[in-house]
């Protein structure tokens, strides 16, 4: 596609239920980034792969949640037992290659509320 | 553990004012980016600067890396109810990942 899309915009979950949060990067960007934002403030880094591998996923706050990148392109996060506290806009980033100087380009975010 | 300190965090001005973003580490940096971010979209690239004492512009924008590669600046000139938005300072570590300000919420009132 044109650009980093994310689905869905908006989730609306109880406690304790499991959500998935997808990413569909640009077409061959082979570097994928998940980021937590809350409002207000920076990203927060979560995982990031290198074509299928995470490259580092010491950003995941917890087993509680967990990313998967089968083929290389699409990515789900996925959260177990959500707590209020996991609500925020997780946001999604493709580039090139690892980040180095090249542009990361970002999707428009998931927003979570966990209620 | 490398850590960017953004200041100020929130910034109210009149249209026409000039004003100045920083971005400051104890961490030296290969490079930084900033960034623009406006309400429900995803941050969007502004510049990138490598060299230390490099200095960009982009229209009425100003970027400057410090000579030690650890800090840098984002200066507005003559500032419009446009350039409103979250700006966002990421350095990239040495791991290339990029390692995120908290952001300066920026307003311009007409």
């Known amino acids: 596609g044109a650009g980093v899309s994310q689905t869905p915009s908006n989730k609306v979950t109880e406690k304790g239920k499991y959500v998935e949060l997808r990413c569909d990067p640009i077409?061959?960007?082979?570097?994928l980034y998940w980021y937590r934002q809350s409002l207000g403030q920076g990203p927060e880094f979560l995982i990031y792969?290198?074509?299928?591998?995470?490259?580092?996923d010491s950003g995941l706050p917890n087993d509680r949640f967990f990313a998967v990148r089968p083929e290389g392109s699409v990515s789900t996060l996925k959260i177990q037992r959500t707590e209020r506290g996991d609500s925020a806009v997780y946001l999604c980033?493709?580039?090139?290659?690892?980040?180095?100087?090249?542009?990361?380009?970002f999707g428009q975010g998931t927003r979570l509320t966990v209620v | 553990t490398q850590l960017l300190e953004q200041s100020p965090q929130f910034l109210s001005i009149q249209e026409g004012e000039n004003l100045t973003v920083y971005c400051n580490s104890s961490?030296?940096?290969?490079?930084l980016q900033w960034y623009r971010q406006e309400p429900g979209e995803g941050p969007v690239l502004l510049v990138t600067?490598?060299?230390g004492g490099e200095v960009k512009k982009l229209k009425r924008l100003t970027f400057q890396f410090g000579d030690a590669r650890k800090d840098s600046s984002l200066h507005i000139t003559a500032a419009q109810p446009g350039d409103t938005g979250l700006y966002l300072c990421?350095?990239?570590?040495?791991?290339?990942?990029?390692?995120w300000g908290a952001g300066t919420k920026l307003i311009i009132k007409p």
């Open positions: 980033a493709s580039s090139e290659q690892g980040l180095g100087n090249t542009e990361a380009f």
């Open positions: 077409s061959g960007h082979t570097a």
């Open positions: 792969f290198q074509g299928t591998g995470a490259a580092d």
């Open positions: 961490s030296v940096f290969s490079s």
């Open positions: 600067v490598v060299t």
């Open positions: 990421a350095g990239v570590g040495s791991n290339y990942q990029l390692i």
